[in-house]
Structures are given as C-alpha cells and as structure tokens.
C-alpha cells in the first residue's frame, strides 16, 4: 500500500501529536480517503495495521461519518446542502437540476465516472445560500445557471 | 472565500482583523497578535479565570455556559494530564460563523487555546475543525506551523519556562461530534457517540484527563477580554451577557450574512435594518433565532434582545447565533420536516428515544406533507417529541424535539391545512419559488 511522501510525513507527525494511536484515526482515514478515493479493504487493512487496530474497529468508524466512504465516488463529488437556509433559498432546485443534467440520483455516479451527487446536511455556508460543495471547494450563492457553469468548469478541467 | 458584509452597527471584537490578511502571522502581529498571551502569562491563572468570569463571556456554541466558570470546574491537582479542546465541528443549521475566524483570523484562535491552557494548567491543546473545512484545516495547520517557528508554542514559550503544544485534528462529517462528550470519542478515533455525565470533561475528558472544552468563536474572545479587561467586555453587551456576538443571518433575507454585533442588540432590528428586511415586499412569517435546535417564534415575538436570558424568556434560545428568517411563502411543515430530516440523519442511534423518535417523526412529518396525514397525527407529532427531551445522553435529542413542539404549538392551523389528502398550500399556490440571490 503506497501513499503520498506527504501523507507520510503528516501521519508520522501526527501520531506524536496524541497520547494513543487510535487518535490519529478520523482524519488519517479521510487523507487516505482523498489519495485511494475510496477506503478499500487494502486501505482499512494497512491503516488497521499501523494504528494497532482490528479492521472491525476501523470500519466501526468509517460507517459512522458521512464524508467517509468504502465506495469509490466520481472525479468531482458535488455536494449539495437542501437544510433549511439552503432550501430556503433554492438547495432543493438546485439538487433537482443536478440530477437531471447528470442522470444520477443521490449517491449516484456518472458512467464515465467522472461525477458523483449527494445531498448532505448543513455544511456551514447558511449565510451565502444556496451552496454546494465540489469536493472541498465551496460555490456560494449559487443559482440554476451559476451550478451550470461550476459543472462546466469540472468538464473543462479534464 | 465567503463573503464579508459590514453594518454600522456593528461593534468589532472578534471580526476586527477579517479581512486584513491577518493568516499571516507577521500582520497578526502588526494587529495585536500575542500580545495577550504574554500578558497571560505574567497573570496567575486564577487572575485569567476572574477576568474571564468578570467578562460574563458564554458559550458561543450554543449553551451559553459561562466560560470562566467552566475553566474554573479544572481541578488544580491532576494526576494525568490536562487538555483544552477547542470545538471547529461548526454544524448547526444555520450557523456559519466560527468558518469566518479560522479563516480570517485563525491565530487569535490558537492565543485563545494558549490563554485557556495557562488558565487551567494544561499543555496540550486541540483545534478540531470538521471534515468539510479542509480548506480551513490548511490555514489552521499552516498558522499552528509558523506559531511555532516563531517559538511562540513548544517548549518555554515567550521565555515563560511553560511548555504547550497546540495540534489541529479534524472530522469527517457528523453533526453529533459537535456535542462536546462526542467531540472527545471522535479526537480519541472513535465513533462520536455521547458520554454520559457526571463526570464532567473538567474532570475526566480526554484520556481520562481534566478537559476544556470551548467553542471557536468563545475562545476568539478572550485574547479581547486579557488585552482590554473584563469590565470593558462585559459592558458591550447587557447584564449577565457579555461582548458581541457573530450573528449569521440567513434565509429571507436582502442581505444576509455574518455581522457582529453587540449581545443584547435587538431581534426585530436584526433582521429589518441590519439583514436589509424581507425580500420583495413579502411579508415575516417566523425567525428560527439561534440555529435550527431552537424554538421558532412568531413576528410578533421578534421584538427581543438577543441575548441568551432575554430569548430564553420568550420561550427560546439565543444557541449558536444563527438567526434564520422565514417569509410568508415557506410551509412551515416543510421546514419541520427538513428540520427533522436532518436531526434524523444525524441522530447517532446510542439512545432509543432520539434514535426511534426522529426516525418516527420524520416519517410521520413525509406523510403528512404528502397530505396523508389525519387529525390525531398533529397530536401525536407534539407527543412523539415531548417524549424526546431530556431522555437521552446529549442534547440531539432536545435539538429535534424543541423546535418540533413549537412548530407545531404557534403554527397547529398550517398544519391542519394539510389535513385529509389536501394538497400543500404553499404548493400548489406556486409559492415554493426560490428566492434566488
């Protein structure tokens, strides 16, 4: 199991950051996450192993936060908050349009791979609804033909 | 990244370096940074503790705990080692205020873990931040970086011969870790599932060590309150509710957006002069104050200060400063419904009552939208709710049972609307129309 020198050099130094191994293990599993794009049985293996884990306990974890997932999702994962200052503001327009122009569902994934939809909770951006979240990055204030354009950007960025 | 907004109102505590390029630790310098811990650090700690208690500073997360006297409950003494957590798992509904500190201003954060850790005696602190924020992890982890490389944090800091060391540690998506029991299960790689108290984390918190655990934006505060006292923060705001407050106004709204202003300042005011009023002429239909976990009130109810006592007394709760306004084209079943299709999800199924009683409730609330809904079901909503409070480990289970109760004690005719098969009115009237920004 190969990852980054830079996941690397962060997990090191972050097990020295707590006074059990286990601490390191949120967020090591969502770097390793970003680096497999899914966390495989190889992935929960190995970290397992390095944090003196059984693989239950791992999973334990990893099916109780939503950002993780065992499953792989598309290049670009367009997250898109309906919660109440979302939809007050259009998030439920928003979702509708995606899952027409995408012909995916929630958790669903283009053929080619390339997008992933979900609709998820409050992702603190209530001020600047309606908002999504592609990948990490945030669009704000967003309307049907300003999701266009970010759509057509992840196109763009092949 | 989010936008910034500006009010003359507006009394600039926390939000004072926004905008100023202050992740830069030099400018943070420029602009008072680190002055206060120094000062700290010449103080004894139960001087820090009284000056924070003097400043009437609470808990920004929501409960409104006041902050000197949670630091107060460390024990003096302790065998194992003593922790200051600061809470970035920022979720609540509505509230968007804590991202606008880590990222504007995330050094002031870590000089307040530094102020905390001298107060109470601890010499490891944590800055979680929630999964979602990575681009806010970066910043942070990059401020905690330089910090050091100033000599600032490690060994001996400013020549002290204290000792702290402050780490970043982030989540991965779950409303729940920002209950402070959970917040600690899911920094020692857990499942974030609440902790039953007694005992309190100033006691027994993070492996087993006495623990603080404050808010973001509550430990923001206190490099203000060190460098100009007490007295002088307290005074910002009413009796018993010191400073300002980062209020996030949201929904419908002419210009929302995160303001500071002073606690106490006025509801009605908020939302007509600061928030710029409703858009397009509509009419104020109800105003969630202080995120989605609390009680919706009515316009004629708005004509509140807020501050924690002050909506308490109107039968809600000032919580996380998220104020979320609601004009007359929302359907308030469809806003209890989203409401608890989110505490439902989040809910995370170690106490019965909130596990079944959102799952309950969410699918009594889908059906009674979709107008299958009958008259004993109204009853039974309120019912299924009164049976949540105060039955469970945290609090997510008053956070779904509280705003469901009210909804539907001040809106019970909205929902008989929608009684016997009848369509939603707000739907078929074409009135669901975003209001787009």
């Not at chain 1, 997990?11 to 497999?36: G, I, W």
């Not at chain 1, 997932?69 to 327009?93: D, F, H, S």
């Not at chain 2, 910002?236 to 202003?261: I, M």
């Not at chain 2, 809600?316 to 007359?328: A, E, I, K, N, Q």
């Amino acid at each position: 199991m190969k990852f980054s020198e830079e996941f690397e050099t962060r997990f090191a130094e972050m097990l020295t950051h707590y006074p059990t191994k286990r601490s390191a293990l949120v967020p090591t599993l969502l770097y390793a996450q970003d680096e497999t794009g899914a966390l495989t049985d190889e992935v929960i293996a190995e970290l397992a192993g390095r944090l003196d884990l059984t693989e239950l306990e791992v999973r334990n974890v990893i099916s109780y936060y939503s950002m993780l997932t065992t499953k792989p999702r598309g290049k670009y994962n367009v997250q898109v908050c309906t919660n109440i200052a979302c939809m007050l503001r259009g998030g439920e327009e928003l979702l509708d349009h995606c899952k027409k122009k995408l012909g995916i569902g929630h958790k669903g994934t283009t053929q080619d791979g390339l997008f992933s939809l979900e609709e998820v909770e409050c992702i603190g951006a209530c001020s600047w609804a309606p908002a999504i979240q592609v990948n990490y990055d945030f669009h704000e204030n967003l309307t049907v033909p300003k999701m266009d354009q970010v759509l057509d950007e992840c196109k763009k960025n092949l | 990244m989010a936008s910034l907004v500006s009010h003359p109102d507006e009394v600039r505590v926390i939000s004072k370096r926004f905008g100023q390029s202050a992740t830069d630790i030099e400018r943070y310098l420029q602009l008072d940074g680190y002055k206060a811990v120094q000062k700290a650090i010449a103080m004894q700690p139960d001087a820090i503790i009284n000056e924070v208690k003097n400043s009437g500073l609470r808990g920004r997360g929501g409960a409104g705990f006041s902050a000197g006297m949670k630091w107060s409950f460390v024990p003096k003494q302790s065998a194992k080692p003593k922790y200051v957590l600061c809470n970035g798992d920022e979720s609540e509904p509505g509230t968007c205020k804590d991202r606008l500190i880590f990222e504007h201003d995330p050094h002031a954060i870590i000089e307040g873990v530094m102020i905390a850790s001298l107060a109470v005696g601890a010499h490891t602190g944590y800055i979680y931040i929630r999964g979602e924020y990575r681009y806010l992890s970066v910043i942070m982890q990059k401020a905690i970086k330089d910090a050091y490389a100033k000599g600032f944090l490690g060994k001996n800091i400013f020549g002290s011969g204290y000792d702290l060391d402050i780490h970043w540690h982030g989540g991965a998506g779950a409303y729940e870790v920002g209950e402070e029991s959970a917040l600690m299960e899911s920094l020692e790689g857990k499942r974030g599932i609440p902790r039953i108290r007694p005992p309190f984390p100033a006691v027994v918190g993070l492996w087993g060590g006495p623990t603080v655990i404050n808010n973001a934006e509550t430990l923001a505060a206190v490099p203000p309150i060190i460098l100009g006292g007490g007295d002088w923060y307290a005074k910002l705001g009413t009796p018993k509710n010191g400073g300002t407050r980062l209020f996030c106004l949201a929904g419908h709204l002419n210009k929302p957006g995160v303001y500071e202003l002073p606690m106490g300042y006025n509801l009605k005011k908020m939302i007509y002069e600061v928030g710029g009023g409703i858009p397009g002429g509509r009419e104020l239909k109800a105003v969630v104050p202080g995120g989605s976990s609390t009680p919706v009130l009515l316009p004629e109810e708005i004509d509140v200060a807020m501050d924690f006592d002050s909506v308490a007394k109107v039968g809600s709760m000032l919580g996380s400063g998220g104020v979320t306004v609601l004009d007359d084209t929302t359907c308030i079943v469809k806003f209890a419904l989203r409401t608890m299709k989110f505490y439902r999800h989040e809910s995370c199924g170690w106490c019965i009552p909130c596990r079944e009683g959102t799952d309950w409730l969410e699918k009594t609330l889908t059906r009674f939208h979709a107008g299958a809904g009958v008259k004993k079901d109204i009853d039974n909503i309120y019912y299924l709710a009164e049976n949540m409070l105060g039955k469970t480990f945290c609090p997510l289970g008053d956070a779904a049972a509280m705003p469901t109760m009210a909804f539907v004690k001040k809106f019970r005719r909205e929902f008989e609307d929608h009684l016997d098969g009848k369509p939603c009115p707000f739907e078929k009237a074409g009135a669901a129309e975003p209001v787009l920004a």
